[in-house]
């Protein structure tokens, strides 16, 4: 999506559609804005709208104001806001028009809405905007190819720089869908290193590829043993922003990459396991994050590494109570092959380790426990270092995802231990599995680092349309480590 500046009032646009937000039955907008106020009041008083989140309603204006079309987009109430909701309800209004047959947008300039600073509402409502005119049709062989949309800020903007912000990353969700989206066959280990070299080359990142042969070589036993029940081989994907902070030590980003998860030997029942694909999307969140970083020309020295498997009942594959060795000689007792992310992100960590990072932050659709926990709501984040933690919470508030911080408590790391090998990669209780998962993980960080891991198992994917996005990967966490990356200080 293309975004624009012009100092042309709203009601003066001569667009397919001006867009007013509202918060219950309050039209969010600036001052100087009387008459669409009025207008926009006075339609929806005679309607079902009640500004309510999800809730749009498009009426004709004729030539009431320039635009030929009116969306209205609801936020909520004030007391449910949070700053996810108006980046929903900009995605929102762009896909109720687009499915009207609407190609151009224009939002205020500005908005009058509590806690929602000028730059916050340009990067929300402007990347919203882009994700709303997204649909995965790559295999509909009856689609047709829509016009790409446009979208106008209208009336004057002190600072430019978050809207081509929300445009740069806005891109980068969009380039990456398709990749997330994808299914098995299509998004495969090999792929997904294909277009992240591409992707890489046309952003300014350096991008590293280890195989199977290297990946023996260097002992990462983790990411084989999942793979090695596949015909696909395993790719360990190392992207890499210099930054300009040469004296900063890096950030690094870890994600989980399955790009299909069988469960394995320990294999999951068949209903629902199509969108199993899913269970990449931890790497899709940092592929896209690192695209966006390289285009906001982040400051901090930023690495991302996307271990890269798939996980497959074939003949070689491993079996429960085989004792593998990870990256660095820990050994892992094999309970169930099903928690298999664990064991990929392991091998990532370590290498994430040999940095000498100022951090390591992994993302993984790790346990289905996160859901049962906090549903599709926020995800949880837990970890060795709580100023980390706290910095990722309050990031992800921002860029309208949300966190919640789980303990990781000794006793979760005790209940995994194993009578063959140093570890065993579920624990004995199944109880707190989102914190043992966790406590796992900390297992492979050296001390002195700080790490925290992101569950995003309920929130990296719709299973249904929602009024904002088609079924299919959102990219949650792309945007809250981009945020994170952009507001750490040298």
């Known amino acids: 999506m293309k975004i624009t500046i012009s100092p042309t009032p709203l009601t003066e646009q001569k667009k397919d559609a001006a867009v007013v937000f509202f918060q219950g039955t309050e039209a969010l907008l600036p001052v100087g804005n009387t008459k669409l106020k009025k207008l926009a009041t006075e339609y929806v008083k005679h309607s079902a709208f009640k500004g309510q989140a999800g809730q749009t309603a498009t009426f004709p204006t004729a030539g009431k104001i320039a635009a030929k079309q009116l969306i209205v987009a609801g936020i909520g109430e004030a007391k449910d806001f949070h700053n996810g909701l108006l980046e929903q309800a900009a995605a929102t209004a762009v896909r109720a028009g687009r499915a009207a047959g609407l190609k151009s947008f224009a939002l205020a300039s500005s908005i009058k809405l509590k806690g929602v600073s000028e730059t916050d509402y340009h990067l929300l409502a402007g990347r919203g905007a882009c994700w709303g005119s997204y649909d995965y049709s790559k295999y509909k062989t009856t689609e047709k190819k829509k016009a790409t949309p446009t979208l106008v800020f209208a009336g004057a903007v002190k600072d430019r720089s978050a809207i081509k912000t929300a445009e740069a990353q806005g891109a980068a969700l969009l380039s990456t869908a398709d990749v997330a989206n994808g299914p098995g066959s299509d998004s495969t280990p090999e792929n997904i290193a294909k277009w992240a070299k591409k992707m890489a080359k046309e952003n300014g990142l350096s991008c590293q590829v280890l195989g199977d042969a290297e990946l023996a070589k260097k002992g990462c036993g983790g990411i084989l043993a999942v793979s090695q029940g596949s015909a696909k081989g395993a790719k360990m994907i190392i992207l890499k922003h210099a930054g300009t902070n040469k004296k900063a030590k890096p950030i690094v980003l870890v994600g989980k990459t399955v790009t299909f998860d069988s469960g394995g030997i320990s294999l999951k ?180 680092i700080p790490w925290a891991h992101i569950d995003i198992a309920g929130t990296a994917w719709l299973e249904s349309a929602k009024p904002h996005q088609a079924p299919g990967a959102t990219l949650f966490g792309a945007r809250l480590l981009a945020q994170w990356a952009d507001s750490i200080k040298g």
């Open 269 to 448: 029942p068949g209903r629902g396991m199509g969108w199993m694909r899913y269970d990449k999307c931890g790497g899709m969140a940092v592929l896209a994050a690192m695209q966006m970083i390289a285009r906001m020309k982040v400051k901090t020295p930023v690495v991302g590494i996307l271990g890269a498997a798939e996980n497959m009942p074939g003949s070689d594959a491993i079996r429960p109570g085989d004792i593998i060795t990870a990256y660095k000689g820990k050994t892992i007792e094999v309970l169930n092959t099903d928690a298999e992310g664990r064991l990929v992100l392991v091998d990532a960590i370590g290498m994430a380790a040999d940095l000498k990072p100022a951090a390591i932050v992994d993302m993984a659709t790790l346990t289905g426990a996160v859901i049962g926990a906090l549903g599709a709501a926020a995800s949880a984040v837990l970890g060795n270092d709580a100023q980390l933690a706290g910095n990722l919470i309050d990031s992800a508030s921002t860029a309208g995802e949300r966190l919640w911080q789980l303990p990781i408590y000794k006793e979760y790391t005790d209940d995994m231990k194993s009578d063959f090998a140093d570890i065993s990669n579920i624990s004995k209780s199944n109880g707190a599995g989102t914190a043992t998962a966790a406590a796992f993980l900390q297992e492979f960080v050296p001390e002195g």
